[in-house]
């Protein structure tokens, strides 16, 4: 069967710079595919192509092994294609409520006029939370209050309850301690495990192989190719990602902390 | 929700602490503070009469009105300094159309209107294409619409003032809604009962010391209860939320931030031109100083009221409140005997203690250090 989201070929230029110089990349439903790669690797155009807002140079995009092409990021929404940014597109002193269903307001109408349904949204919003494992205090907490991890995953939460079929997190771990790390990536288990394919942004190796299913290495705009779980080690990821021996060489001087 | 496990790393907050993260906590508790002042400092003056009452009300209405349209576009992250300066223009564009032009009145308010709304309308345009801060924008806008309004009558009727308003809104049915009175009967009745008392000289011996609620204090309220209305019960009060308080992040889920900015500026500019109706109606004339200031004190009024200036977080119950401490001060210090200049002093200290308030609400909310 066809994967449900699949990139071939995939170039994308910048006037004389070629940012993508050939990716494949391919993901399914319930897969968690993790996409490695150093600062420069090209990692923001990628998701910038996948979610439609550069149309890519050469190469085909399928959905189920269909051709598609996105002229603007709502379209690749409408296919299911969802992009939580690092940036989140929160609002912090705005309510959970308020942001979860911001630019999406669930609607009643009283008498004519629509209302702005909070008590659906509240309901919903708390719901969705708890899904993820977390207790809110109430939905009319504001969004600032909440710690990284917690906007991460209102943000995960969000895109999932509007129909995200693929769900592609740019480093959603990268600005994260120890504790909001594990939930994250916990919350990215739920989610594949409901039958959501997840992309996962991200240049840590150890948060990579803790929830990853396959790996692709990104590196100077071109994929290094693909490994399953347990035929890669961490090391040769490193590698990968440096491009070469470099990094083996400086991590033995660092006393293997990299 | 109390059935739900609570998270441990959550600290319980005290009902004390959870109030004051509301918009309004400061402006209500400023509004008791004013009243309790004033009932102590004013209460023989004659200020809690019904014509006191109906004095500081009429005068608060007025900041009412500016401060709903100020107050949401600064929800929408912008401001508007060309208010005053609207009024101004306004209230004359009226004078020239209806006495000048010898238009209807009707047509010269609705006319009016239309290039109110449409100059706001480019206010924000202007704004929202090249990304300046409409502080910028909306001050080139105040030196030039009150350059208009001063250069507009002296063309044509070599004068400042034009007057002879009344007679031409004689009858007229919109002249009505923005100058007439409502509720005679209820306050002749009230007097025929002696609890409000009547005139007992003059060509009004008889009637009423108060005749009715102007207008004006309709408009407030009117525009009070539909501003909070929108704001907190509608889908596009969500959207004014999200677009002040983060453009970016609303733009990045399909809210339509340019509209919802441009809207906004057109209703300040919607609320500006109410003011300055209103005013025409009941003074009779139309003055090329008409509005000075009042975009300050419009943004005054929705400080006091909880607003952040940065955008995002305000409420319109609070603004009006705000407003409405803005009045009573004002005309209390008037009953009260007390120098008039010093209001300006108490009005500083005021906002200097509101933004200070607000800023530290602002950090309990989003939890800065």
């Given at each position: 069967m066809a994967p449900l989201f699949e990139m071939q070929n995939v170039e994308k230029h910048f006037g004389t710079v070629i940012a993508l110089g050939g990716v494949n990349f391919s993901v399914s439903e319930g897969?968690?595919?993790?996409?490695?790669?150093?600062?420069?690797?090209g990692k923001s155009t990628l998701i910038k192509t996948m979610s439609g807002v550069h149309p890519p140079t050469s190469g085909q995009l399928y959905m189920r092994g269909e051709p598609l092409t996105f002229r603007d990021p709502r379209e690749a929404m409408g296919h299911g294609i969802a992009t939580v940014y690092q940036d989140l597109a929160m609002i912090p002193l705005m309510s959970v409520s308020r942001n979860f269903f911001m630019g999406?307001?669930?609607?009643?109408?009283?008498?004519?006029?629509?209302?702005?349904?909070?008590?659906?949204?509240?309901?919903?919003?708390?719901?969705?939370?708890?899904?993820?494992?977390?207790?809110?205090?109430?939905?009319?907490?504001?969004?600032?209050?909440?710690?990284?991890?917690?906007?991460?995953?209102?943000a995960i939460a969000r895109a999932v309850y509007f129909g995200a079929k693929v769900l592609i997190l740019d480093e959603p771990t990268s600005a994260l301690g120890v504790r909001q790390t594990a939930n994250v990536l916990a919350t990215v288990d739920r989610v594949r495990q409901a039958g959501i394919a997840v992309v996962f942004i991200t240049h840590n190796v150890r948060h990579a192989l803790a929830v990853g299913d396959r790996f692709t290495v990104l590196n100077r705009g071109k994929t290094m190719g693909t490994a399953k779980?347990?035929?890669?080690?961490?090391?040769?990821?490193?590698?990968?990602?440096?491009?070469?021996?470099?990094?083996?060489e400086l991590e033995s001087s660092l006393g293997g902390t990299v | 929700m109390s059935e739900l496990a609570q998270d441990e790393r959550i600290k319980t907050t005290s009902p004390l602490r959870q109030a004051l993260v509301r918009p309004e906590l400061g402006s209500i508790a400023g509004t008791i503070v004013v009243f309790l002042f004033f009932g102590f400092l004013a209460y023989d003056s004659g200020m809690f009469s019904p014509r006191g009452v109906m004095n500081w009300s009429t005068v608060s209405a007025q900041f009412m009105i500016i401060a709903v349209g100020a107050c949401l576009?600064?929800?929408?992250?912008?401001?508007?300094?060309?208010?005053?300066?609207?009024?101004?223009?306004?209230?004359?564009?009226?004078?020239?159309?209806?006495?000048?032009?010898?238009?209807?009145?009707?047509?010269?308010?609705?006319?009016?209107?239309?290039?109110?709304?449409?100059?706001?309308?480019?206010?924000?345009?202007?704004?929202?294409?090249?990304?300046?801060?409409?502080?910028?924008?909306?001050?080139?806008?105040?030196?030039?619409?009150?350059?208009?309004?001063?250069?507009?009558?002296?063309?044509?009727?070599?004068?400042?003032?034009?007057?002879?308003?009344?007679?031409?809104?004689?009858?007229?049915?919109?002249?009505?809604?923005?100058?007439?009175?409502?509720?005679?009967?209820?306050?002749?009745?009230?007097?025929?009962?002696?609890?409000?008392?009547?005139?007992?000289?003059?060509?009004r011996a008889g009637q009423p010391v108060i005749?009715?609620?102007?207008?004006?204090?309709?408009?407030?309220?009117?525009?009070?209860?539909?501003?909070?209305?929108?704001?907190?019960?509608?889908?596009?009060?969500?959207?004014?939320?999200?677009?002040?308080?983060?453009?970016?992040?609303?733009?990045?889920?399909?809210?339509?931030?340019?509209?919802?900015?441009?809207?906004?500026?057109?209703?300040?500019?919607?609320c500006a031109c109410v003011f300055a109706t209103c005013q025409v109606m009941e003074f009779g004339s139309a003055g090329a100083d008409r509005g000075l200031l009042k975009e300050f004190e419009a943004i005054i009024a929705v400080v006091i009221g909880g607003a952040l200036l940065t955008g995002g977080y305000g409420s319109v119950i609070g603004a009006a409140l705000g407003a409405l401490i803005f009045g009573v001060v004002q005309q209390g210090l008037f009953f009260a005997g007390v120098e008039s200049s010093l209001f300006r002093v108490f009005l500083g200290v005021l906002l200097l203690a509101a933004v200070i308030l607000n800023t530290y609400i602002r950090r309990i909310i989003t939890g800065e250090k």
């Open positions: 897969e968690c595919h993790c996409l490695l790669g150093d600062n420069g690797a999406n307001e669930p609607v009643k109408n009283v008498l004519g006029i629509n209302l702005f349904d909070h008590d659906f949204a509240d309901r919903v919003t708390m719901e969705e939370m708890r899904k993820m494992g977390i207790n809110l205090r109430g939905p009319h907490q504001a969004v600032g209050t909440l710690s990284g991890g917690e906007r991460q995953t209102v779980k347990g035929e890669i080690t961490p090391e040769e990821l490193q590698d990968l990602m440096a491009g070469g021996q470099q990094l083996a | 576009l600064m929800i929408a992250g912008e401001f508007d300094l060309s208010v005053g300066s609207m009024i101004g223009f306004a209230g004359m564009m009226i004078a020239i159309f209806s006495v000048t032009l010898d238009w209807p009145v009707w047509t010269a308010i609705l006319v009016t209107f239309v290039m109110c709304t449409a100059l706001g309308a480019l206010n924000g345009y202007i704004v929202v294409k090249t990304g300046l801060p409409s502080f910028i924008v909306t001050l080139a806008f105040l030196f030039i619409l009150r350059g208009f309004t001063i250069f507009f009558p002296q063309l044509i009727e070599r004068k400042t003032i034009i007057g002879g308003v009344s007679d031409a809104a004689e009858g007229d049915w919109l002249a009505s809604v923005f100058g007439g009175k409502v509720g005679e009967p209820v306050f002749i009745w009230l007097a025929d009962l002696g609890l409000i008392d009547v005139f007992e000289r003059g060509n005749d009715g609620i102007p207008a004006l204090i309709i408009w407030a309220i009117g525009l009070v209860i539909v501003g909070h209305f929108v704001l907190t019960r509608t889908r596009f009060g969500n959207w004014i939320f999200a677009s002040g308080g983060d453009a970016q992040a609303a733009r990045y889920v399909g809210v339509p931030v340019n509209r919802v900015k441009i809207l906004m500026f057109m209703f300040s500019a919607f």
